[in-house]
């Protein structure tokens, strides 16, 4: 069984930066492509980012891109969000996740595991 456990979450006035983490533990954690989503209130979860087991091939929603980078540390068994010039609309639960197979995926109906989020509150 992998665990997965999310950290770093607050609240943030606009324009400022939060880096989340999320360990990971129970299986091989470098045999994993990691995973960033989102949910907001009164929406649907979405995907904000992928990193590749390897960190090779890394993926980011258009929303993010430019101000989200996702990397790994294989060797703490951790992925982690940096976010950088926040904005309201960032405000959601963040939740990472784990899947198995070949390729990173932005669906998350394609990810194994799944951890419990945590909030992320940008003020205006």
């Known amino acids: 069984q992998v665990q997965l456990v999310e950290s770093g979450g607050g609240l943030v006035q606009a324009g400022g930066s939060l880096r989340l983490s999320c360990a990971v533990s129970?299986?091989?954690?470098?045999?994993?492509?990691m995973g960033w989503f989102r949910q907001a209130p009164g929406k649907e979860r979405e995907f904000v980012a992928a990193?590749?087991?390897?960190?090779?091939?890394?993926y980011y929603a258009d929303s993010v891109k430019g101000r989200f980078t996702i990397s790994r540390d294989n060797a703490k068994n951790t992925v982690y969000l940096q976010m950088n010039s926040l904005k309201p609309e960032d405000t959601a639960v963040y939740y990472c996740?784990?899947?198995?197979?070949?390729?990173?995926?932005?669906?998350?109906?394609?990810?194994?595991?799944w951890g419990q989020g945590t909030q992320v509150t940008v003020s205006s």
């Open positions: 129970g299986r091989t954690f470098s045999s994993y492509h």
């Open positions: 996740a784990a899947k198995s197979g070949d390729t990173p995926s932005g669906s998350e109906r394609n990810y194994n595991y």
């Open positions: 990193i590749s087991w390897s960190g090779s091939y890394i």
